[in-house]
């Protein structure tokens, strides 16, 4: 069965310091892969995307994500952590075959930042 | 942000009762989608739609029903609702079904209690 495995429910990390969420898949072919972010009360927001090329994607709000294809891994990244980047991170993916932009979620990564 | 209304934002409800919730685009997207969340589960698919009149389920159809008249409003409906269905409902819109570049755009959810 196609799944996304995001291993930690919960990430703390300080202000100012590195940060990672991971995200690991296991869908057939090359994948499209996601990731989106949720703050309180709000619906999902679109931080960025691999299609192709380069393994190493930028995205909104200074995040970045590492395409791993060996490991099927596609973690997210920032430099340095701001206390407003607390919220829900979900990635997902998206199967090449199939016409109807189907995703497939993991099941989400609270970040929390302290100040 | 993306031209996405869904209504009600918040509804309670009795087991058994139907219930309806409707999504509103203004972006003349051909593309519609409704997802649940729930804690542990990330997002899933309920159905979608690629047209007027032209739906499909998703992987958690069981339970409900959906109807696109027009371009812009995509309804999910509960014909007889149960606790089980309490959850956070996502509307979504995407441009194209088999263009990746072109990410889904979330609502910002109807939360629904079932009594």
């Known amino acids: 069965a196609q799944s996304v495995a995001q291993p930690e429910d919960q990430v703390n990390v300080a202000e100012g310091n590195p940060l990672t969420v991971k995200c690991t898949y296991s869908?057939?072919?090359?994948?499209?892969l996601f990731w989106y972010v949720q703050y309180p009360n709000r619906g999902l927001q679109f931080l960025l995307k691999?299609?192709?090329?380069?393994?190493l994607v930028k995205g909104s709000y200074g995040f970045e994500a590492e395409f791993n294809k060996s490991q099927t891994s596609f973690h997210l990244k920032k430099p340095s952590a701001l206390v407003s980047d607390s919220a829900l991170y979900f990635c997902?993916?998206?199967?090449?075959?199939?016409?109807?932009?189907?995703?497939?979620f993991g099941a989400g990564t609270r970040l929390a930042v302290h100040p | 942000d993306a031209g996405i209304t869904q209504s009600p934002r918040h509804k309670v409800t009795e087991t058994g009762t139907p219930v309806t919730l409707r999504c509103h685009q203004t972006?003349?997207?051909?593309?519609m989608y409704w997802y649940r969340q729930d804690p542990g589960h990330g997002l899933r698919l309920i159905h979608y739609?690629?047209?007027?009149?032209?739906?499909d389920k998703g992987e958690v159809s069981d339970g409900y029903s959906v109807s696109r008249s027009k371009t812009e409003d995509f309804l999910l409906t509960l014909e007889s609702a149960t606790s089980s269905q309490t959850s956070v409902y996502f509307c979504?819109?995407?441009?194209?079904?088999?263009?990746?570049?072109?990410?889904?755009?979330f609502g910002d959810g109807t939360r629904l209690s079932i009594l």
């Open positions: 979504a819109i995407s441009e194209s079904g088999g263009i990746p570049n072109q990410p889904q755009h």
């Open positions: 869908v057939s072919g090359n994948p499209y």
């Open positions: 691999y299609i192709t090329g380069d393994n």
């Open positions: 997902a993916v998206r199967p090449r075959s199939g016409g109807y932009n189907k995703l497939i």
């Open positions: 972006e003349n997207h051909r593309y």
């Open positions: 739609s690629y047209g007027v009149k032209d739906t």
